[in-house]
């Protein structure tokens, strides 16, 4: 038996000989419950997290006043210069501090050029591999690290 109602709303249509549309979606919702509640409480396995990238290596450390030349080191591609200086002792506080790059014996990089009293920052090398070594040329006291 149907029946078949039209008002201001729109056409509703009921049948006594069929179960409600609610009643599948209930019997399906109940069982994507059950199988998302059974994937949750079975065990997990872990997922491998990428190991970090090995630690720069210290290539050289040096400390001094003056001009220095070090002694020749062997960088990969990546490698980085780490600085520091202080010219307050100097007369006059301030000072300039230089560090000179060669390569195969020939300058290839001035890479600090500073005039300041203190100072000290980190310098990024990106394709630089090879065979190096620095001049310091300053009057102030500094330290110098090479990191790759």
Known sequence: MAV???????????????????????????????ATTAAAAAPQTPVASPSPPPAPKQLLTLSGNGIKKSALFDTPAEWSLTYTFDCTKFAGGTGNFQVFEYT???LHDVLVNE????????????GDRGQH???MNSECS???TVNG
Do not use: F, M, R
């Open 4 to 34: 078949l109602c039209c008002g201001i709303g729109g056409i509703i249509a009921a049948t006594s000989d069929k179960k409600p549309a609610t009643t599948a979606g209930a019997t399906q919702g109940a069982q994507a419950v059950a």
């Open 104 to 106: 195969n014996g020939n």
């Open 115 to 126: 005039l300041s009293a203190k100072g000290g920052d980190t310098i990024p090398q990106h």
């Open 133 to 135: 070594y620095l001049e």
């Open 142 to 144: 500094w330290t110098v």
